[in-house]
């Protein structure tokens, strides 16, 4: 009878506590993979189109959203996103390895080129940026965003591309 017990309370501990591992992956897989940025709960992509609407009231919600929030978001991102959290790589790494899960992971310096280029599809609203962008051309630690930048400005400001290209 004792043995019973025994046995029974070492199965409801390892039941548990597989349960709490699981638990914990799922959470991990859930949070450490790259997601899409919401701005106001909608995609990126959605701003973008509402800017062309022609309601009038979509298409102002969508231009206040771009300069309050998505102009600064990617502005900070390329500036400032420079690192990837060593553990944070480590563990999406090891848990691709289990078998159901599949975590997208974008790198910092793909983070930053993908702000560049999502400024640039703004065009010239997306002017706020460019002395950002004029800064970034300096930057000779990534290669891939002094390659990114000239483009982008060419597409949101001409004339201070022309001008960044006759200064270098």
């Known amino acids: 009878m004792i043995m019973k017990k ?3 309370r070492m199965s409801a501990g390892v039941l548990a506590g597989l349960c709490v591992l699981a638990g914990c992956t799922w959470v991990l897989s859930r949070t450490l993979g790259t997601h899409e940025t919401l701005y106001q709960g909608k995609s990126l992509d959605y701003w973008s189109m509402q800017l062309t609407n022609r309601d009038a009231a979509a298409s102002n919600q969508a231009v206040a959203v ?5 102009i600064p978001h990617l502005t900070n991102q ?3 996103d420079t690192n990837d959290s060593a553990l944070r790589v480590a563990l999406i790494d090891k848990l691709n390895m289990l078998p159901g899960i599949q975590m997208e992971f974008v790198g910092a310096e793909q983070r930053r080129v993908q702000a ?8 010239p609203r997306a002017k706020p940026a460019v002395p950002i962008l004029l800064k970034l051309l300096k930057d000779r630690s990534s290669k891939e965003i002094v390659k990114a930048v000239p483009k982008a400005l060419k597409q949101i400001d001409p004339e201070a591309a022309a001008k960044a290209r006759a200064a270098h």
């Open 6 to 8: 025994r046995m029974l």
């Open 66 to 70: 771009l300069y309050s929030d998505i």
């Open 78 to 80: 390329m500036v400032s």
């Open 116 to 123: 560049v280029m999502d400024l640039a599809a703004f065009g």
